[in-house]
């Protein structure tokens, strides 16, 4: 197993760098980077990643964002240097019923789904996607069957992992400016839905 040691430090810049440096003297296996998706916003959240990389420097070990999961975030974390991330992000938002996909987010609790006979999206490999449709699911998740907790987290987990073995392929091949754009652009969107009547994040980190 791998020690990493976290630096904190909050959105404060200089705080951030007294603390990158402080961990970066100590014989880590890795670097963390603690105290952030909190609340605060994307510009801070990218303001305290740029002062920990200018911190860091070269120093070779990786690189680890706690409890960061976004489909958004990755790439901006990824373009400060991070190598790493956990999140519950995709579990808990697979509970609530928000589902992420190759055209954006989509929402079981919108009208539109409940007589939807297709999959949540037709690019995805994942069991769900391949035996089970979105107007299922949806009357499931109107239901509350336990069941839908499954079966939502198995296709964002699955978008998850695909998402970054696509970003690591892009990193080779030259192709990563292109899905960046690309994936930013779609969760930049409207859901796939329009009898949407939020598009606003799940607030409930404290309860799970």
Known sequence: QAVFGIVQGGVDRSLRQVSAR??????????????LSVGESKAAMASALDAVAEALGDDPRPRYLMGVGSPEDFFMAIEHGVDLFDCVLPTRLARHGQLWTSAGRLRLANAAVQDDPRPVDPECRCQTCRDYSRAY???????????????????????????????????????????RDRVTGQFAAPDDDPHSTSNEPIQDAAQD
């Open 137 to 179: 699911l949806a009357h499931l998740f109107r239901a509350g069957e336990l069941l839908v907790h499954r079966l939502t987290s198995v296709h964002n987990l699955t978008y998850t992992l695909d998402l970054m073995r696509a970003i690591r392929q892009a990193l080779t091949d030259g192709g990563y400016e292109a899905l």
């Open 22 to 35: 402080a961990i970066a003297e100590l014989p880590f296996d890795g670097i963390a980077i603690g105290g």
